[in-house]
């Protein structure tokens, strides 16, 4: 039971992370095709990873009517949608399941009409958010929300015209501030990002690092 | 239609293995009637040191023309290649570049960083268009293979008149077994490799080694004892990576170090997913984490879930269930996007402890305003082994550290190098 649970995962994972790591330097045709063959079974996996995700939502949804939870009229809504998206692509506008997604059925219409509407609805809200975090942060109370609000004021200011209406090298400084300090301070985090990548990889294909199994500190 | 007829005029040409310019006209009675000497374009003048070789660090599909351009050449002209399996022929076309096109110099995947030539130009090849069997047919596109003998014909091609080059040349394209291009990568992977593993190795003889302190996983502890005082949830949000990426996989190590807290201190702990594989590792993280501590009973499948796979449907959904049970402690772990404000704003309003960790240099100032502890870039994959205190995990991060001095010395000597014109380090780490 240990090697299926812990052994066969970390030979697994030590097989695996060497394999990807060499096709990443070998341009060989036998490389190239390894690596369409893994990203095939990458993406089986996926697929049968989504019923997992779907079993999971709509057993949650299900419990959550039952007890009469807190918020159970939107379980009834995440049913709904499931029911009516789920029969709107079988039906696909008289074709059938087995063949691709007609355009202009329900299905289209459901999609375009609700849920992008929804979904740039929520996307709109974003910016009513923005305006609170920085409210908060650029109160000033310290240097440092100083610089920042100095900092914010001139890039708001420097990509709008009227920026250069007020100070003509305000386009320029701005875009000093993004091409200068801005980037400097990426690629400073880009660079500790990448060598955090190489060290977890690294005890994850050797087996140090094991919390991903679950357990066995 | 224009296109159609252009191409069909270039691989007329190249099939028929004819010179480009016709300096005779077709009567009507069907005879040829030469044209005279004031009426006959001057045909541009052939390149020098025309040459055709295999591309190197390849998988054998694709074999690249240098040649040295004539000082006198109009910068109108075109240089074509055409390509054949056959010296015979026939002839398709392979590719063409303009007269101002790309130089050796300018490539040094291919060329490297100091060329024989650097100022001569080239052209990549790596397939031929074959040209439609009917009128009405497309025309077709076939790449390269590894290990066969390929003829190419070259041809500079003016507004009227054209060159080319007199006999075929000929090249077999090979594939290769490393990218030599890479190799500067593959060094300092190596090293820094080597720099990681030597450090837990040393870790496990020397357990007391020092580690710069992370705020923000220090309150963890604090953030999680306050959840259980108060009798709250402790959310925690994964990003919207899949579990391909490595910020992913370091979320869910820490969930396995946060799991076994929180069983210990008996609160609740909901997961929330945007990814079924992540959803079904978290469930496993979670549940052998209680198992771990003692406490089987403290794993509720129902608390580890699969929120919605859309990245705003996700932040309304995990948004709306903070509002209704307002927990005391929210952990945003992995890769956001514009989600990320909406999150932790949301956290903000109902008063809850925030800790994120993204990897997400976009992200990062939204988190840094709105959350109480921010992890910063690397911070997020330092995490897991900060929290599990073993002496071979927290080598490794030593090892990160000694990477970054390392990184930080060659930015610093590159730079100087740099503003003194001298460009080999630049070059030794430059990504190609």
């Known amino acids: 039971m240990i090697f299926f649970k812990r052994t066969l995962p970390l030979v697994i994972a030590f ?45 949650l949804h299900a419990g959550r009517l039952k007890r009469r939870q807190a918020g159970w009229g939107y379980s009834v809504f995440v049913y709904l949608g499931f029911v009516v998206m789920l029969t709107a692509a079988i039906y696909n506008n008289g074709a059938g399941p087995l063949v691709a997604l007609r355009k202009g059925g329900a299905y289209d219409w459901l999609y375009t009409n609700v849920f992008v509407a929804a979904d740039a609805s929520m996307f709109a809200i974003l910016s009513f958010f923005i305006a609170s975090a920085a409210y908060r942060t650029f109160r000033a109370r310290t240097t440092e929300a100083t610089i920042l609000l100095v900092a914010a004021v001139i890039v708001m200011l420097g990509r709008v015209p009227i920026g250069a209406l007020l100070w003509e090298s305000m386009p320029e400084l701005q875009q000093w501030l993004m091409n200068v300090p801005n980037m400097a301070a990426k690629r400073g985090i880009l660079l500790g990002v990448y060598l955090g990548a190489v060290a977890t990889a690294l005890r994850i294909i050797f087996g140090i690092e094991r919390s991903y199994l679950g357990g066995d500190e | 239609m224009q296109r159609l007829t252009q191409f069909a005029c270039i691989a007329a040409l190249f099939w028929t293995g004819t010179a480009l310019a016709s300096d005779a006209v077709e009567t009507a009675t069907g005879s040829k009637t030469p044209l005279p000497d004031s ?87 790596s397939s031929y268009m074959v040209p439609p069997a009917t009128p009405d047919g497309n025309p077709e596109r076939v790449e390269l293979r590894p ?3 390929y003829y190419l014909r070259f041809a500079v091609v003016g507004d009227s ?36 593993l030597s450090f837990i190795e040393f870790a496990r003889r020397n357990p007391n080694m020092f580690i710069r302190k992370i705020a923000g996983l220090d309150a963890v502890e604090e953030a999680l004892g306050r959840a259980t005082e108060m009798g709250k949830p402790v959310y925690f949000v994964h990003g919207l990576n899949s579990m391909g990426e490595v910020s992913a996989i370091a979320s869910v190590n820490i969930l396995g170090r946060v799991a076994r807290r929180v069983a210990q201190f008996d609160t609740t702990l909901k997961v929330m997913n945007n990814d079924p594989i992540v959803l079904a590792v978290s469930q496993e993280v979670v549940r052998e984490a209680c198992i771990d501590v003692g406490r089987p009973d403290a794993y509720v499948p129902d608390n580890v879930m699969f929120v919605a796979d859309r990245q705003f449907s996700y932040a309304a959904a995990v948004d709306g269930m903070m509002m209704r049970e307002r927990p005391a402690t929210v952990m945003l772990m992995g890769y956001f996007y514009a989600e990320a404000l909406l999150f932790a704003e ?42 599990a205190r073993e002496p071979k995990l927290l080598g490794s991060l030593r090892g990160q550290d000694v990477g970054k001095a390392v990184l930080i010395a060659i930015l610093t000597i590159g730079t100087a190098l740099e503003l003194a014109g001298i460009h080999w380090l630049t070059h030794l780490v430059a990504p190609l």
């Open chain 2, 161 to 196: 008149a054209s060159a080319e080059l007199a006999a075929p040349m000929s090249v077999t394209p090979r594939q290769n077994w490393i990218k030599l291009h890479k190799l500067n990568n593959l060094i300092f992977g190596l090293f820094f490799g080597v720099v990681i």
């Open chain 2, 147 to 149: 290990d066969q003998t």
């Open chain 2, 346 to 387: 949301t956290g903000n309003v109902v008063g809850a402890i925030q800790i994120a960790a993204t990897d997400s240099y976009t992200q990062i100032p939204f988190f840094i305003t709105t959350c109480d502890y921010t992890l910063i870039g690397e911070e997020l994959y330092a995490a897991s082994a900060y929290l």
């Open chain 1, 15 to 59: 097989v695996m992370g060497i394999v990807a790591i060499s096709i990443y330097y070998i341009p060989h045709q036998a490389a190239v095709d390894l690596n369409d063959l893994l990203s095939k079974w990458d993406r089986i996996i996926a697929a049968f990873a989504a019923f997992l995700g779907v079993y999971s939502l709509l057993y």
């Open chain 2, 39 to 125: 009426v006959r374009a001057l045909p541009p003048p052939l390149p020098t040191q025309i040459r055709a070789a295999d591309v190197p660090s390849d998988n054998g599909k694709a074999v690249v023309v240098t040649w040295l351009p004539d000082a006198s050449t109009p910068s109108l002209v075109r240089y074509q290649v055409g390509v054949a399996t056959n010296p015979s022929g026939p002839y398709y076309f392979g590719g063409e570049a303009p007269a101002a096109g790309p130089i050796v110099k300018d490539d040094p995947k291919i060329f490297g960083w100091s060329p024989v030539n650097p100022d001569h130009q080239f052209l990549v090849v």
